[in-house]
């Protein structure tokens, strides 16, 4: 083999493990990049579960009922009617 074919073939070989090298370091920076997504995607999904439980547990007649009697409030005769979601109308306007 002569020197120029030596020298062709070493940087061949040295294109190619650089090439290797600098794919393997996009792919840890890619895999750390989707890592930090997915753990901010759980994050968001606990938080509007806690959100929804929070609602819900708002949402409840009992609760309504409990706070107004803690109050000591006084409740017309309608009170059934505010507390049921088909008359709530911020309730009908989330549902569309």
Known sequence: MTP???????????IVCLTVVALRAEKVRVESSIQAHTAEL??????????QMEIARLRSPEKIQQR??????????DFDR????????SYAS???
Request: proline content about 2%; some cysteine; hydrophobic content about 50%.
């Open 4 to 14: 120029t074919r030596a020298g062709v073939a070493l940087l061949l070989v040295g």
């Open 42 to 51: 759980v994050h968001c999904r606990r938080q509007v579960w806690a959100l």
């Open 68 to 77: 107004i009697e803690r109050f000591s409030l006084t409740v017309g005769a």
């Open 82 to 89: 505010w507390l049921s979601p088909e008359t709530d109308e």
């Open 94 to 96: 989330l549902e569309d």
